[in-house]
C-alpha cells in the first residue's frame, strides 16, 4: 500500500499511470485513481476516437488527454491496456517499444490466455508484464460508463507469468486493484478462462442467444414479448445490451473454453427438457434448489 512522507501525506503507488482506453474499466480506474491520488500523482488517458478523448477531458478525470499511445507512455511508470481484447496484440506493439525500461505492463482483458498470447511477442525483458481481469462491469460502455466505486468488493484476478515480472511489480499491480476497492486472487490464464467461460461468457453468450430468439418471433408475438416482458427476460436484455464489439473479441478469444462449457450446458438443458416431458418434478425441483443455492452463495460473498 502507499506509504506516507513526513508530512503524512500519502506517496502515490506510481507517479505516471497511463490509461488507454478510458471505457467503462479504464475511465473508473480514472475516477477511482483521482478521487484520492493513492494510486498515482499524474493520469494519463489514452483513445483513438477524438470524441472519446474530449469527453474525458470534460469529465476532468486525466491530468493528460492524448491519442498518441507511444508518446503517453515514454515516462510512464505504468501502463493499463483497456482496449479490446482482439485489439491488445496490436496496442501491445505500439507502445513497448516506446515504454521506459522498468515500467510495469498490465491489462484487464476478459480472457487471458489469448490477450497473453497476442502480447508475449513484442515483450521485451526490462518490461514486467502482468495480466489482470477486473471482474466488475455494467451494459455501458464509453467514458461516461466509468465511476469510481465500480470495482469495490469485486474480484480482480491477476494471472502472472514467472518469466515476465518480479514479485513486486506483481505486488504493485495487486496493490493497484486493493487501492481501487477490489479483492485479489492468483490464478493460471488457463483455469482464469475456463472459470470466465461459466460465470461470464456463458451467461453473455445465453443473453445474446435468447434475445436473438424474441427478436426472431413472428411480429404479433414480438410485440407481445417486448410489452409484456417479465422481470427474467428484463435481466437477459440488461446483459444483451453490452457493447458487441468487446464480446465478440471475447467470444472468438476463449472459443475453446466457451464451447466446451456451452456443450455441457446444453446437456444439462436437454436433461431439464427430458425432465419437464415426463414429468420428473424431483429432478425439475432439485435444479430449482441448486441455482437458489447459488444464489444465496452470490449474496454471501458479496457478488450479487
Not at 491519442?67 to 501491445?92: K, Q, S, T
Not at 508475449?120 to 451494459?139: C, K, N, S
Not at 514479485?167 to 488457463?190: F, I, K, N, Y
Request: charged share 25%; aromatic share 6%; net charge negative.
Amino acid at each position: 500500500m502507499p506509504v506516507t512522507d513526513s508530512s503524512d501525506a500519502p506517496v502515490p503507488l506510481f507517479d505516471t499511470l497511463v490509461v488507454i482506453g478510458p471505457g467503462l474499466i479504464g475511465a473508473s480506474v480514472l475516477h477511482r485513481a483521482r478521487r484520492d491520488r493513492t494510486i498515482a500523482r499524474r493520469l494519463v488517458a489514452v483513445d483513438i476516437n477524438p470524441a472519446f478523448r474530449e469527453r474525458v477531458r470534460e469529465l476532468g478525470i486525466a491530468d493528460e488527454v492524448t491519442g498518441d499511445a507511444a508518446a503517453a507512455v515514454a515516462d510512464a511508470d505504468c501502463v493499463m491496456l483497456c482496449v479490446p481484447v482482439g485489439a491488445m496484440g496490436e496496442v501491445a506493439a505500439t507502445v513497448i517499444p516506446a515504454m521506459k525500461p522498468g515500467a510495469i505492463l498490465t491489462d484487464t482483458g476478459s480472457t487471458k490466455v489469448a490477450v497473453i498470447e497476442a502480447i508475449r511477442p513484442f515483450l521485451r525483458p526490462d518490461i514486467p508484464y502482468v495480466p489482470a481481469h477486473p471482474m466488475a462491469g455494467t451494459e455501458y460502455s464509453g467514458p461516461d460508463a466509468g465511476f469510481a466505486t465500480l470495482f469495490d468488493n469485486r474480484w480482480c484476478l491477476l494471472t502472472p507469468l514467472p518469466d515476465s515480472a518480479p514479485s513486486d511489480s506483481v505486488e504493485a499491480v495487486r496493490t493497484l486493484w486493493q487501492l481501487c476497492g477490489a479483492r485479489t486472487r492468483d490464478m493460471a490464464p488457463e483455469h482464469h478462462d475456463r472459470v470466465c467461460a461459466i460465470v461470464s461468457h456463458l451467461p453473455h453468450l445465453l443473453a445474446f442467444t435468447i434475445c436473438g430468439t424474441a427478436d426472431d418471433l413472428a411480429d404479433e408475438t414480438r410485440s407481445e414479448v417486448l410489452e409484456f416482458a417479465a422481470s427474467g427476460f428484463r435481466d437477459f436484455t440488461r446483459i444483451a445490451a453490452s457493447d458487441p464489439i468487446m464480446w465478440r473479441d471475447i467470444f472468438l478469444s476463449n472459443r475453446e473454453a466457451i464451447l466446451e462449457m456451452l456443450s455441457r450446458f446444453l446437456e444439462d438443458a436437454q436433461a431439464m427438457a427430458r425432465a419437464i416431458r415426463w414429468g420428473d418434478s424431483d429432478y425439475i425441483v432439485d435444479r430449482i434448489e441448486r441455482g437458489r443455492s447459488i444464489r444465496r452463495s452470490l449474496l454471501e460473498n458479496r457478488q450479487a
